[in-house]
T-cell receptor, first 112, second 110 residues
């Protein structure tokens, strides 16, 4: 039982490049989330999903897209990376909206 | 919109001293969760509070939910070096959104 896994762990991009972050969970959770964490800002919700095939915007969605084609996977895409997107990205999942969230180990992204 | 504040932002304590962090919301909450993030790690769930005035304990940690369900606190008795990390509250509103506070970073001096 791996819990929540994220790929890759580290990435360096140049401005304008694109990439996809992959999150996978093996707990059969309905809810999945993408957060970014910046110093002093806590965790800010980018997008979330309440089930397979659904996505919704969070607090800071601009510049990101997501897809949830399979229940166990939640993808976060950056179409044209900007230095402001340098951050640590965490994926999380939960059974329901009021349930505790399980976090992945994070992806450290640097955009030059 | 909904805001969740945490104070203090940083706290340095001598090992053995007590520590408290406070979480405040501008609106009434459905529930509140607390998470701990060790340096370099990911947030890990500690506890959830649902009822007005609820108090829960986990060994040296005491969690409290305010009577008005707008604030919460986490108190650690006799801190140890293993308590080092950032403590986040996560507030759930009636609109089904969970909002994380900015966190309190705890340092423990041996």
């Amino acid at each position: 039982n791996a819990g929540v896994t994220q790929t890759p762990k580290f990435r360096v991009l140049k401005t304008g490049q694109s990439m996809t972050l992959l999150c996978a969970q093996d707990m059969n959770h309905e809810y999945m989330y993408w957060y970014r964490q910046d110093p002093g800002m806590g965790l800010r919700l980018i997008h979330y999903s309440v089930g397979e095939g659904t996505t919704a915007k969070g607090e800071v969605p601009d510049g990101y897209n997501v897809s949830r084609l399979k229940k166990q996977n939640f993808l976060l895409g950056l179409e044209s990376a900007a230095p402001s997107q340098t951050s640590v990205y965490f994926c999380a999942s939960s059974y329901g909206s009021s349930s505790k969230q399980f976090f992945g180990p994070g992806t450290r992204l640097t955009v030059l | 919109g909904q805001q969740v504040m945490q104070i203090p932002q940083y706290q340095h304590v001598q090992e053995g001293e007590d520590f408290t962090t406070y979480c405040n919301s501008s609106t009434t909450l459905s529930n509140i969760q607390w998470y701990k993030q060790r340096p370099g790690g990911h947030p890990v769930f500690l506890i959830q509070l649902v009822k007005s005035g609820e108090v829960k304990k986990q060994k040296r940690l005491t969690f409290q939910f305010g009577e008005a369900k707008k604030n919460s606190s986490l108190h650690i008795t006799a801190t140890q070096t293993t308590d080092v990390g950032t403590y986040f509250c996560a507030a759930k509103t009636s609109y089904d959104k969970v909002i994380f506070g900015p966190g309190t970073s705890l340092s423990v001096i041996p």
